[in-house]
């Protein structure tokens, strides 16, 4: 039997992927939408790919916020657009 690989769906370019290449962004308890490193954090959660377009996409289009069921705060969206924009980063640099 094969090893079973979660795979989740990028919000914003739809592509599927295994779990672990994908970033969780959560809705907590407190209504606060943050990074979720873990991927274990309680509350709805949503999947984005590690590159800087989706970030801004889900971001800008609305569509992170649709997937969380919540309008996304001027603070997290702040925090997450900073987040996103790290994918662009060269590792090495
Ligand atoms: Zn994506």
Not at 62 to 86: C, F, M, N, P
């Amino acid at each position: 039997m094969p090893k079973h690989i979660p795979i989740r769906t990028c919000v914003a370019c739809r592509e599927t992927s295994a779990k672990r290449t994908l970033v969780r962004v959560v809705r907590g308890a407190d209504g606060r939408v943050t990074v979720d490193p873990t991927g274990k954090a309680n509350g709805r959660g949503a999947y984005l790919c590690a590159r800087p377009a989706c970030w801004e996409k889900g971001l800008k289009s609305g569509v992170l916020g649709r997937a969380l069921k919540t309008e996304i705060s001027e603070a997290d969206r702040a925090a997450l657009t900073a987040h996103g924009e790290q994918y662009s980063h060269d590792p090495d640099a």
